[in-house]
């Protein structure tokens, strides 16, 4: 018998998702700020998410996390306990997209993290990339 490339990925498809394993790799972002924005006053910060779905802490359901947002922090805390909370690491454990939140003037750093129902990233984690921004005196 014999297979083309299309045959052998569609198995691999069908393998992969009755063993219960995801095809697409999940992915949080920000739709906004974009990095390098100048923002005059608060900023309103969007998350995205694809390849999972948001629901708020303490529910566990497959394939869902809520947001943490970390601000101005060199590294990734620890991924294998759960995020603690601070005012550089902010939870969003009701499921929140977004958030206007109040930063000093200067550059900052701003990162997703997707925590599961006890605010534990996942394995592998999602995480998004590091973005800059600016923040200007309203």
């Known amino acids: 018998m ?3 490339i299309r045959n052998f990925l569609w198995l691999i498809l069908v393998s992969t998702i009755l063993s ?14 974009a990095d390098g924005d100048v923002i005059e006053g608060e900023v309103l910060v969007q998350f995205g998410l694809k390849g999972m779905g948001v629901t708020a802490a303490g529910y566990d359901a497959p394939n869902t996390g809520h ?33 206007v939140i ?6 900052h ?23 800059t921004i600016e923040v200007g005196v309203e």
């Open 20 to 33: 219960g394993g995801s095809v697409f790799a999940a992915e949080v972002y920000f739709l906004s700020p």
């Open 2 to 4: 014999q297979y083309s």
């Open 67 to 99: 947001h943490h947002l970390l601000i101005d922090m060199h590294e990734l805390p620890d991924l294998r306990l759960p995020l603690p909370r601070s005012e550089q690491l902010r939870h969003f454990g009701g499921g929140q997209t977004e958030a």
């Open 109 to 131: 750093t701003l990162q997703l993290v997707l925590g599961n129902y006890l605010h534990i990233p996942h394995d592998p984690a999602v995480v998004s990339n590091k973005i």
């Open 102 to 107: 109040q930063l000093s003037p200067g550059t």
